[in-house]
């Protein structure tokens, strides 16, 4: 079965082919700039080079033709004709309280999603119309929605409700919600594998590092704490976002610099995290080149992105009582060791122990951790999109 992985920002559409006999990606590539000048598709078909599709790409559904029409092209396509593509896979990034699971998508499951515009009104809109595209273009295939937040429906209220007064849950749904759970799925069932144990028997910490970033609590194959929340600004510091901090300073800030609400989020979301205290990026290759070279606010900047990890995988240590394994995962996780190391200084308290030697690897499966420590330390490269195509197809064979 081949099934198209769909995942739509708000002026970009990401997208792979997967045929799921094999898990093989045939094609994959991503549509930039829609509805802004310079619109364009970078698409790669398997064992091919790039090509770029430069069109003028008013909206979604322009984009997604265009697609439609490269994975069917004489030379840059790996399809027949559209009757190759079986279902479709989509991402969503808010389910709320809705979903613990993904689904596939009929009409009760859109007014679920468009109900959950309130609590994600970035992300669930575009999400929206890259799925209401596919419905036009493809009417026939059966789609699921698949999404970021249902692995962490499983997390307790003791962990998820606020110390706030309780009619804003109730009125509001303000709640931790959690979000990269796709991504913390496929690395516990990956690291289970790697371990050669079932997920049941295992208690996992995993470290999705990226441009945005959370750690997840996992018990048996089952989140029971992360550390984002209501919004994926909570927790770590982040690329551009500032994560845990005083809710004090809020006011404080938008009275002291005469912010409006629009701007004082705007400040939190995009300009804080490690480019806030750099003042320089919020790429880390960027962070560790300057700290070599001598950038003092850049090193400051790392020491602070990585003591915050490290003080999560300590409070989800207590909540998990035995760690099996700790996971680092995504561009910053997979790609740089000098930051896993620096996050696993002086944890073997915790029974953390990284081996050097091993822990020298970059984007591929590996474990680093010594022969002796207790808890074991894997690098796992994530692929949300795997785990939504195999969903999808669990769900369409159902
Ligand atoms: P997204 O959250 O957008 O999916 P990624 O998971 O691709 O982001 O992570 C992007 C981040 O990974 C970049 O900001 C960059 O800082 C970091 N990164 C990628 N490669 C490396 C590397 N070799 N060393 C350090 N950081 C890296």
């Known amino acids: 079965m081949n099934v198209l992985v769909i995942n739509c920002g708000s002026s970009s559409l990401k997208y792979q082919l997967i045929d799921m006999k094999n898990e093989e990606v045939l094609a994959k590539g991503l549509v930039e700039r829609?509805?802004?000048?310079?619109?364009?598709?970078?698409?790669?078909?398997?064992?091919?080079?790039?090509?770029?599709i430069e069109d003028t790409i008013q909206d979604h559904r322009r984009g997604l033709e265009l697609v439609l029409n490269a994975l069917v092209d004489k030379e840059y396509g790996v399809i027949d004709s559209l009757e190759?593509?079986?279902?479709?896979?989509?991402?969503?990034?808010?389910?709320?309280?809705?979903?613990?699971?993904s689904v596939i998508i009929d009409d009760k499951v859109m007014e679920a999603i468009e109900a959950c515009v309130e609590l994600a009104?970035?992300?669930?809109?575009?999400?929206?119309?890259?799925?209401?595209?596919?419905?036009?273009?493809?009417?026939?295939?059966?789609?699921?929605?698949?999404?970021d937040t249902a692995f962490h429906q499983t997390i307790p209220a003791e962990?998820?409700?606020?110390?706030?007064?309780?009619?804003?849950?109730?009125?509001?749904?303000?709640?931790?919600?959690?979000?990269?759970?796709?991504?913390?799925?496929?690395?516990?069932?990956?690291?289970?594998?790697?371990?050669?144990?079932?997920?049941?028997?295992?208690?996992?910490?995993?470290?999705?590092?990226?441009?945005?970033?959370?750690?997840?609590?996992?018990?048996?194959?089952?989140?029971?704490d992360t550390s984002m929340g209501f919004t994926p600004l909570e927790g770590l510091a982040m690329g551009?976002?500032?994560?845990?901090?005083?809710?004090?300073?809020?006011?404080?800030?938008?009275?002291?610099?005469?912010?409006?609400?629009?701007?004082?989020?705007?400040l939190l979301n995009?300009?804080?995290?490690?480019?806030?205290?750099?003042?320089?990026?919020?790429?880390?290759?960027?962070?560790?080149?300057?700290?070599?070279?001598?950038?003092?606010?850049?090193?400051?900047?790392?020491?602070?992105?990585?003591?915050?990890?490290?003080?999560?995988?300590?409070?989800?240590?207590?909540?998990?009582?035995?760690?099996?394994?700790?996971?680092?995962?995504a561009g910053i996780g997979e790609n740089s060791s000098t930051i896993r190391e620096k996050i696993c200084e002086g944890l073997e308290c915790i029974n953390i122990r990284l081996d050097i030697e091993l822990n020298k690897v970059r984007g591929k499966e590996a474990i680093v951790s010594s022969e002796d420590s207790q808890v074991k330390v894997l690098v796992i490269p994530t692929n949300e999109e795997l785990m939504i195509a195999r969903d999808t197809v669990n769900l369409v064979r159902k």
């Open 34 to 52: 829609i509805g802004i000048e310079g619109s364009r598709i970078k698409h790669t078909a398997t064992g091919k080079d790039q090509v770029i």
């Open 121 to 147: 009104p970035l992300h669930n809109p575009p999400n929206i119309i890259g799925i209401e595209a596919c419905k036009e273009l493809m009417p026939n295939v059966p789609m699921v929605a698949v999404f």
């Open 240 to 266: 551009t976002r500032c994560g845990d901090i005083d809710p004090a300073i809020i006011p404080f800030i938008m009275e002291k610099e005469n912010l409006s609400f629009q701007e004082v989020n705007n």
């Open 84 to 101: 190759d593509i079986e279902a479709v896979g989509h991402r969503v990034v808010h389910g709320g309280e809705e979903f613990s699971d």
């Open 159 to 224: 962990n998820y409700i606020y110390p706030l007064p309780y009619e804003y849950y109730e009125k509001y749904g303000i709640r931790k919600y959690g979000f990269h759970g796709t991504s913390h799925k496929y690395v516990t069932l990956k690291a289970a594998e790697m371990l050669g144990k079932s997920v049941e028997e295992l208690n996992i910490i995993t470290c999705h590092l990226g441009n945005g970033s959370s750690v997840c609590a996992i018990k048996g194959g089952k989140s029971v």
């Open 270 to 329: 995009k300009k804080s995290g490690v480019l806030g205290i750099s003042g320089l990026s919020s790429d880390f290759r960027d962070l560790e080149d300057a700290a070599t070279n001598g950038d003092e606010r850049a090193e400051l900047a790392l020491k602070v992105f990585c003591n915050r990890v490290k003080e999560y995988i300590g409070a989800y240590s207590a909540v998990l009582c035995n760690v099996d394994a700790l996971v680092f995962t």
